[in-house]
């Protein structure tokens, strides 16, 4: 039809030697009018999809910023060695060995105290119940496996993710200091946590450090259907001047899953982009994403680039279980209380001694970063909003989602613990458990 119309109206080329063709204005109007219209039909998609990412990015109920614990009107706070000390006392009451436990509360705070609710407190009831049913080894003891030169190898006996990593780290830093440059693997882990954690334990002793981890695949491949990979995060913290640092954490996938299930307990739907149905179709549903969708790779779908983020995953499958000898890829159980067995996670830690370099490391950074702040605009480096975070979790306490500090009272009183007073007020019958804890 729109071919028809267009023949119509076209205008015909004057023959050689005679004038300008002539149109009428009717006929002028009519052409002008059919022109916009397909060039409008033709782009209103386009437009479509800008708007939508456009309000995502708006920082409304829809956007990631809906993940962000300062959702002020539906928020608890609470002082952060509270919440640590109630964590710890959960995870021992679990069946975890005191040290332990104190380990991976920690770490569970540090997400909390940066703003990531994904990694934090929400994940206290999947570590307490993996411990009570001994898929995790609450008071197991990681060991160097093996090491050679700069690299070492470290079996985490099915340990805390957290217990392992600290031996890892720790052994990454000494390397550093004897070679410059470290690479240190495990095998037979779990979940470790915020990978930022890890990287700034280097980057509070003057060093780069860099953090990885496989994961339960939770992400489709480009051009694929069925999970096969997981939200492996790529985390590199370096220091600059004053207390000044640079700090990337992030997942290769589009969010890591922590942002999909603290939407689900906040009982709202996700942002269009985040995932797929079980038939492979954009969803925003978070239950359906957690339980029989996946992920998508960092930049979507391949029309928008998501083999990048796709490669980058592989990559940091690559270099933490393929090196380490961990579970790999579509191999790696689900991350469920209800799996088979140990999960055999594998993590990879890098620790750079910027000393061994050109003198003036530091000092560079830090111009860098300032002339990045300086760009027209409100441009911030990665690090600058967890940093934000930090401070008003010191000077106000940490916070909650209303619901992630429900659903902890309510596992609190599950292991015969009083609640600290500040979630005293909150109907522990409330609470809605995680996707995963079952």
Same mark, same amino acid.
């Given at each position: 039809?729109?071919?028809?119309?267009?023949?119509?109206?076209?205008?015909?080329?004057?023959?050689?030697?005679?004038?300008?063709?002539?149109?009428?204005?009717?006929?002028?109007?009519?052409?002008?009018?059919?022109?916009?219209?397909?060039?409008?039909?033709?782009?209103?998609?386009?437009?479509?999809?800008?708007?939508?990412?456009?309000?995502?990015?708006?920082?409304?109920?829809?956007?990631?910023?809906?993940?962000?614990?300062?959702?002020?009107?539906?928020?608890?706070?609470?002082?952060?060695?509270?919440?640590?000390?109630?964590?710890?006392?959960?995870?021992?009451?679990?069946?975890?060995?005191?040290?332990?436990?104190?380990?991976?509360?920690?770490?569970?705070?540090?997400? @909390?105290?940066?703003?990531?609710?994904?990694?934090?407190?929400?994940?206290?009831?999947?570590?307490?119940?993996?411990?009570?049913?001994?898929?995790?080894?609450?008071?197991?003891?990681?060991?160097?496996?093996?090491?050679?030169?700069?690299?070492?190898?470290?079996?985490?006996?099915?340990?805390?993710?957290?217990?392992?990593?600290?031996?890892?780290?720790?052994?990454?830093?000494?390397?550093?200091?004897?070679?410059?440059?470290?690479?240190?693997?495990?095998?037979?882990?779990?979940?470790?946590?915020?990978?930022?954690?890890?990287?700034?334990?280097?980057?509070?002793?003057?060093?780069?450090?860099?953090?990885?981890?496989?994961?339960?695949?939770?992400?489709?491949?480009?051009?694929?259907?069925?999970?096969?990979?997981?939200?492996?995060?790529?985390?590199?913290?370096?220091?600059?001047? @004053?207390?000044?640092?640079?700090?990337?954490?992030?997942?290769?996938?589009?969010?890591?899953?922590?942002?999909?299930?603290?939407?689900?307990?906040?009982?709202?739907?996700?942002?269009?982009?985040?995932?797929?149905?079980?038939?492979?179709?954009?969803?925003?549903?978070?239950?359906?994403?957690?339980?029989?969708?996946?992920?998508?790779?960092?930049?979507?779908?391949?029309?928008?680039?998501?083999?990048?983020?796709?490669?980058?995953?592989?990559?940091?499958?690559?270099?933490?279980?393929?090196?380490?000898?961990?579970?790999?890829?579509?191999?790696?159980?689900?991350?469920?209380?209800?799996?088979?067995?140990?999960?055999?996670?594998?993590?990879?830690?890098?620790?750079?001694?910027?000393?061994?370099?050109?003198?003036?490391?530091?000092?560079?950074?830090?111009?860098?970063?300032?002339?990045?702040?300086?760009?027209?605009?409100?441009?911030?480096?990665?690090?600058?909003?967890?940093?934000?975070?930090?401070?008003?979790?010191?000077?106000?306490?940490?916070?909650?989602?209303?619901?992630?500090?429900?659903?902890?009272?309510?596992?609190?009183?599950?292991?015969?613990?009083?609640?600290?007073?500040?979630?005293?007020?909150?109907?522990?019958?409330?609470?809605?458990?995680?996707?995963?804890?079952?």
């Amino acid at each position: 039809w729109r071919r028809t119309r267009l023949k119509r109206l076209e205008v015909r080329r004057p023959a050689a030697g005679a004038g300008p063709a002539t149109m009428s204005a009717p006929s002028r109007q009519l052409a002008l009018a059919a022109g916009a219209g397909l060039a409008l039909g033709l782009s209103l998609p386009h437009i479509v999809r800008l708007l939508r990412r456009s309000r995502d990015a708006a920082g409304g109920d829809e956007s990631t910023h809906a993940v962000r614990a300062g959702l002020e009107e539906d928020s608890v706070r609470l002082p952060r060695k509270t919440l640590e000390e109630l964590l710890t006392a959960i995870l021992v009451k679990a069946g975890a060995a005191s040290a332990h436990a104190a380990q991976a509360a920690e770490v569970l705070a540090f997400a @909390d105290v940066r703003g990531i609710p994904s990694h934090g407190a929400n994940r206290a009831d999947l570590y307490a119940n993996e411990i009570a049913a001994g898929l995790v080894d609450g008071k197991a003891v990681p060991v160097v496996e093996r090491s050679s030169g700069c690299c070492a190898v470290i079996d985490g006996r099915n340990a805390l993710g957290a217990v392992v990593s600290h031996l890892a780290m720790n052994t990454a830093l000494d390397l550093a200091r004897e070679h410059g440059v470290a690479l240190v693997v495990a095998r037979r882990s779990n979940h470790y946590g915020a990978a930022g954690f890890w990287a700034n334990l280097a980057m509070n002793e003057g060093m780069i450090g860099m953090s990885f981890t496989n994961t339960t695949p939770l992400a489709a491949a480009t051009g694929g259907r069925t999970r096969a990979l997981g939200t492996n995060p790529f985390c590199c913290f370096a220091p600059a001047l @004053d207390g000044d640092s640079f700090q990337l954490d992030m997942a290769t996938t589009v969010v890591p899953i922590g942002k999909v299930e603290v939407m689900h307990r906040i009982g709202k739907s996700v942002p269009t982009g985040w995932g797929v149905d079980r038939l492979g179709q954009t969803c925003t549903s978070p239950e359906e994403i957690v339980r029989f969708g996946a992920l998508y790779p960092l930049g979507g779908a391949a029309e928008t680039a998501g083999y990048k983020g796709y490669g980058l995953g592989m990559w940091i499958e690559m270099m933490s279980s393929v090196l380490s000898g961990a579970a790999t890829g579509p191999d790696v159980q689900p991350w469920v209380v209800s799996r088979k067995g140990p999960i055999d996670f594998g993590h990879a830690f890098i620790v750079i001694d910027p000393s061994r370099f050109t003198p003036g490391y530091t000092e560079r950074l830090q111009q860098y970063i300032h002339a990045m702040r300086g760009l027209p605009g409100s441009v911030k480096v990665p690090g600058d909003p967890e940093r934000e975070h930090e401070r008003d979790a010191e000077a106000r306490g940490v916070v909650l989602h209303r619901d992630v500090a429900t659903a902890l009272k309510a596992l609190a009183e599950r292991f015969g613990l009083a609640a600290p007073p500040a979630l005293a007020a909150l109907d522990a019958g409330a609470s809605k458990s995680s996707l995963y804890a079952h």
